[in-house]
Every structure is written in structure tokens, then in C-alpha cells.
């Protein structure tokens, strides 16, 4: 199984917000379990998938040096379910960002209606080191933009197409 | 610049969204860690609502001056000297280290900062700031 819970970035301006889109299929194994006979995608992925939008935003803010993780969720709410047969929309609004982590405000949609709002708070890890290797390398983070397809649709501040960082994209 | 009252209102604010306890919990005199259950993550979260709330830049370890805390200078099998004291006296102008300073394990440090800390600490970012 692979941790992607979102399938595609549909908006994305580097430093200032980003949307994605998760399609939930019957095909998908987690809702047969969930629950059985009536599957609803379950609110700890939706969280997920916020928190994914959220991260590569910050983390392309960063140029992919930092090693950015989901922290805290200090509020969520949900109004209503999503279903097999949905494309939910992730928008993630960074709020602020300093050297020691980051704040993100995020919504899920379905269509028009809202399904759920967050906050999230990212911390940056000191070296992001376990047993002695790297959680994560930058080019991990680029190769998660690059099949999110962030690059065909981001661009910068000044309206530039997104760019990987230099002497990373090789 | 704000009032101290206008301050306290909105310190209260952020403790209240960042630690999700009650208006009448978040009183001066209370510890954010043992009192109001603040966690060292909890900080970073509080950190960001202040910065948003008074407009200030808070820099990384300002609050609690870690390159002080992890100083061998400073700190003896995990108590800060009286010459870290010193410093953090220098560096935390806005807390009243006295019971710190009484039983001083460096782990400790955290948890005696109250509310009434918290707003002296934006009082004094708001001051230089203004």
C-alpha cells in the first residue's frame, strides 16, 4: 500500500496555498471495512490528506531542506460524509511559516459543500534522523510533487511556472 | 500599543484555541504545563496564534533559551549553575525564575511559566516592536 491520500494537485502557488483532489473508489480496500455494507472514507484519512496538501506546500516553501511533519491538529470539523463516488477538494492556506515549524488552515469539499475544516500545526524535525538514517531525503518530497503532478499547474509568487529546486531536479 | 488588559484578552485567546481549556482555566497565575496542560508542542501551536494575534516576530528558542538550557557552561548533570541563572535572568526579563532558581532542574523550566509570563513576554516584543 502506498501513503498517498490524495491523487493529483489541481492549484498550487508556492508559499501561499495549494489544492489537490482525492477520488474515493470502491476499489479502494480500507472501506469495505469501513464500515461494512456502508463505506464512508474515514475522517483520520481525510486529516491525511489534508495534512499531505498541506506538508508539500510548506515543504516546497522550503525548498525541501526541512523535514516537515504533521504535529498537531489543534481543531477539525466534519459536516457531513464522503462517500465512494466523491472527488473531495483539498484547499491548504499556509498561515504562517517560521524556522521551527509551521501553520496551515485547511478545507475538504465535496463540490460546493463543505465537508471539513482544520488547522494544522507542522513541525520542522531537527535533523529528522531514526537509528541513524534520514526520515526523509529531499528528493522524496520532489518525487511526491512530480507524481501529484504539482509542477504542471503550480507557479511561484510572481506567477512563474514551479520550478523543483536548483540541483535537486536531476 | 495594547492595554495589559487588551493583552491578557488575547494571550487567553490563543491558550484557549491552542490548549482547548475554558476562559475561566486560563487565569494570570496559571502554568501552562501543569496547570493547563500545555505540551511542548503545544508552544510551537501557542507561538504562531501570538505572532498572529500582536503582529510581533517571535525567533526560534526566544521564549525559552535553549542554547542556554543545552550549554555545559550553564548546565551541570541537569542543573542550570548559578551562572545560567544569571543569563536566563538576562534573557527571561518577563519571568520570575525566583522558584526556578530555588530547585533548578533544567527540565523544570518550562513548566513554571505562567499566563502572567506569557503576557509580560508579548508586552515586552510589542515594546521593542513599537
Known sequence: ?????????????????????KNISLAEEYLHDHFPGYPVMPASLVIEGL?????????????FREKVVLAKVPKVVFYCEAVPGDTLTYTAALDYIRDDGAMVTATSHKGSKLHA?????????????????TLFEPKDYLSMMRMLRAY??????????????????? | MPTQEEVFEKVRGALVEALGVDEEE?????????????????????????????????????????DILT????????????????????????????????????????????????????????????
Not at chain 1, 117 to 133: D, R
Not at chain 1, 152 to 170: R, T, Y
Open chain 1, 1 to 21: 500500500m502506498r501513503w498517498y491520500w490524495i491523487d493529483r494537485f489541481i492549484e498550487f502557488e508556492s508559499g501561499r496555498y495549494a489544492k489537490a483532489i
Open chain 1, 51 to 63: 495534512a499531505q496538501t498541506g506538508g508539500l506546500l510548506v515543504c516546497e516553501h522550503g525548498g
Open chain 1, 117 to 133: 475544516e482544520m488547522e494544522i500545526v507542522f513541525a520542522h524535525l531537527n535533523n529528522g534522523s531514526h537509528q541513524g538514517k
Open chain 1, 152 to 170: 504542471e499547474v503550480g507557479h511561484g509568487p510572481d506567477g512563474s511556472p514551479l520550478q523543483p529546486p536548483p540541483g535537486l531536479d536531476s
Open chain 2, 26 to 66: 486560563v487565569t494570570p497565575q496559571a502554568t501552562l504545563v501543569g496547570d493547563l496542560g500545555a505540551e511542548s508542542i503545544d508552544f510551537l501551536d501557542i507561538l504562531f496564534r501570538l505572532q498572529k494575534a500582536f503582529n510581533i516576530k517571535i525567533p526560534d528558542k526566544e521564549l525559552l533559551p535553549q
Open chain 2, 71 to 130: 550549554n555545559p557552561e550553564y548546565v551541570v548533570d541537569g542543573r542550570v549553575t548559578d551562572a545560567g541563572i544569571a543569563e536566563l535572568r538576562k534573557r527571561m526579563p518577563f519571568a520570575n525564575l525566583d522558584s526556578f532558581a530555588a530547585n533548578p532542574n533544567v527540565q523544570d523550566l518550562a513548566n513554571l511559566l505562567t499566563v502572567a509570563d506569557m503576557c509580560r513576554f508579548v508586552e515586552s516584543k510589542l515594546a521593542t516592536a513599537g
